[in-house]
């Protein structure tokens, strides 16, 4: 039944997207705000993914974020892609750096099938490197984390595009933040989704494909979400929108051929306070409510889990 629904979302998200062209639009300007600069070489699996003319010259307005996850594999966003040639960059120390970059040509790029322009769900792709990536102390793969991420948890998106005065950084940037619960209707979310926000700094149309990461009390970085959209306006102080990585976890490892799989955190990711919960009353405050069970979604229809079956009940919507 899973895969007979996966086969009709991608079916009719088809259908009502056949005016959109094949072309993926460049992505549009990419920003950290109030992000703090982070330290040189601190995030070794941070790509920058660029569209190329013909000869292999990038354009500079089409830069996105993206992970290394494999040895010949980065994880970006689907609407980063456009019809011609790829590269990506790592090693960075900062952009102004005269030490030498690693440049890489993609051989594949791989978006999601159920992925289509102005449809919010499944924005996330692999693309495929021409040659293995020669891992480094400056150049590593990042652990996908096969776990949610608890609403409430401590979280960082990192990139490199625009600040809040519209000034490109020399820095990559971290803004902190929170996982906070979904600012649109019941009905519009599903599990393929998490949202960041809530803290010092945030993303503005989620400096593209760059990642949501948390660390465990071991200090080890986790990747929890691809950078997708910003809610309600760059300064709206509102959630952004991410990729949940866990609900792709058999897609990657499906594309990769099992060479990218997805784990389990082996230490807790640190989540120093509660979620806040403004629909409760005076009354109810001090009684902690507990989260309701997902429960297993049986159909989807344009990535929305429509009904699932909750402890032995079928529940629409």
């Avoid at 809040?164 to 820095?171: A, F, I, Q």
């Avoid at 619960?181 to 010092?200: C, D, M, Q, R, T």
């Avoid at 792709?248 to 389990?264: F, L």
Wanted: net charge neutral; hydrophobic share 35%; glycine share 10%.
């Amino acid at each position: 039944m899973v895969a007979v629904s996966l086969f009709w979302l991608c079916i009719v998200g088809a259908t009502l997207s056949f005016a959109s062209s094949r072309r993926v639009p460049r992505s549009p300007t990419n920003f950290i705000l109030f992000g703090e600069p982070s330290p040189y070489h601190s995030h070794p699996w941070y790509a920058r993914v660029y569209q190329c003319d013909n000869d292999g010259n990038i354009y500079s307005n089409t830069g996105c974020g993206g992970t290394v996850i494999g040895e010949r594999w980065i994880m970006t966003a689907a609407h980063c892609i456009g019809d011609g040639l790829m590269k990506v960059i790592l090693g960075h120390k900062d952009a102004l750096s005269i030490e030498p970059h690693h440049y890489y040509d993609i051989q594949r790029a791989i978006p999601h099938e159920c992925y289509r322009y102005n449809v919010r769900s499944d924005d996330i792709a692999l693309l495929e490197t021409a040659e293995p990536i020669t891992f480094s102390e400056h150049v590593q793969p990042i652990h996908l984390s096969r776990e949610f991420l608890p609403v409430g948890s401590s979280a960082t998106a990192i990139g490199y595009g625009h600040t809040e005065d519209g000034v490109t950084p020399d820095r990559l940037l971290e803004a902190t933040g929170k996982i906070m619960e979904s600012p649109f209707a019941v009905n519009y979310v599903n599990e393929s989704l998490i949202f960041f926000g809530g803290g010092k700094g945030n993303v503005c149309y989620g400096d593209s494909g760059g990642p949501l990461l948390s660390k465990d009390e071991k200090g080890v970085a986790w990747q929890y979400g691809v950078a997708n959209f910003a809610t309600g306006g760059c300064l709206s102080g509102r959630p952004s929108g991410f990729a949940r990585v866990s609900f792709y976890c058999d897609w990657i490892e499906n594309i990769t051929k099992g060479e990218v799989k997805c784990e389990q955190p082996k230490s807790k990711v640190q989540t120093p306070n509660p979620p806040e919960v403004s629909s409760k009353s005076k009354k109810e405050e001090g009684k902690e409510a507990p989260a309701p069970e997902p429960g297993k979604c049986i159909f989807a229809l344009k990535g929305v889990c429509l009904v699932r079956i909750r402890k032995g009940e079928i529940v629409v919507g």
